[in-house]
T-cell receptor, first 111, second 114 residues
């Protein structure tokens, strides 16, 4: 399988609990943010996005929160399931459609 | 990975060899980009294109060339492969949908340079 994420921080969550994955972004001028999920051996998969004029956006079982004051982004996953086990990345549009990825977090689901 | 194909899936090169990684899409998305992903790291942007005939550099462009002669194709060329280019390469496409974007990544090409 894919060897990505060997040294990434890991978040362990009990199945059924909520997960909160955090991300600090770098560019105060970024106007668009995205969360991706990457399973072993696969490319990143889009989860949810948010614009800088919003504080919160909800999807199916996921919520993204944006705090522009401290340049912080979080992804909340409700009722975490085994299929949520993956590496999660945040990304930002730093301008001119240039999308830069942040460091990932591995989500490990405990039975 | 819907609509984004990458070839080859795996490639081994010797130092100094050149090759082209192919990326093709059938979704008519304007925006295409190339990333590399090394173990333990996130994806780093190599080059990107906002439309046919337009390309720009990303975070780590050295050692790579791109061109975008059509909407469908965005090849990535390694001019003289080096062991530091051993990585997994992902092609991504996106398009604006109102104020939002629709994005997909390809399945990746695993490149080893010896």
């Amino acid at each position: 399988g894919e060897s990505v994420g060997l040294h990434l921080p890991t978040l362990s969550v009990q199945e059924g609990d909520n997960s909160i994955i955090n991300c600090a972004y770098s560019n105060s001028a970024s106007d668009y943010f995205i969360w991706y999920k990457q399973e072993s051996g696969k490319g990143p998969q889009f989860i949810i996005d948010i614009r800088s004029n919003m504080d919160k956006r909800q999807g199916q079982r996921v919520t993204v929160l944006l705090n522009k004051t401290v340049k912080h982004l979080s992804l909340q996953i409700a009722a975490t399931q085994p299929g949520d086990s993956a590496v999660y990345f945040c990304a930002e549009n730093i301008g001119d459609d240039k999308i830069i990825f942040g460091k990932g977090t591995r989500l490990h689901i405990l039975p | 990975n819907a609509g984004v194909t990458q070839t080859p899936k795996f490639q081994v090169l010797k130092t100094g060899q050149s090759m082209t990684l192919q990326c093709a899409q059938d979704m008519n998305h304007e925006y295409m980009s190339w990333y590399r992903q090394d173990p333990g790291m996130g994806l780093r942007l190599i080059h990107y294109s906002v439309g046919a005939g337009i390309t720009d550099q990303g975070e780590v462009p050295n050692g790579y060339n791109v061109s975008r002669s059509t909407t469908e194709d965005f090849p990535l060329r390694l001019l003289s492969a080096a062991p530091s280019q051993t990585s997994v390469y992902f092609c991504a496409i996106s398009a604006a949908r109102g104020e939002w974007y629709e994005q997909y990544f390809g399945p990746g090409t695993r490149l080893t340079v010896t």
